[in-house]
């Protein structure tokens, strides 16, 4: 499993243990990188529709600011242009 590197203007090429003709990948190469990737699931029980519309409006905006949080996270030893596990 391999993940592009993030770069800017002080990123250092190629990356220690990078697979041959790809120096910009960091190489994800243990069974730990995919235990790693973690995530929180919520469940909530609404009493009627209107309610439940209610929580899911109020919850949809924090989905993305926790998605780019999970881009600061160590699991892949660099920061990657990933911002979440999905891509």
Not at 53 to 71: K, N, S, V
């Amino acid at each position: 499993m391999t993940a592009t590197l993030f770069k800017d203007a002080k990123t250092k090429l190629p990356v220690e243990g990078a697979p041959q003709g790809e120096p910009d990948v960091v190489l994800l190469d243990a069974m730990g990188f995919g235990m790693g990737c973690c995530c929180l699931q919520l469940t909530f029980q609404a009493c009627n529709i209107t309610e439940a519309r209610r929580l899911y409006d109020q919850l949809a905006p924090l989905c993305p600011i926790m998605l780019a949080l999970t881009a600061a996270a160590p699991s892949t030893r660099l920061l990657t242009e990933s911002d979440c596990r999905w891509t």
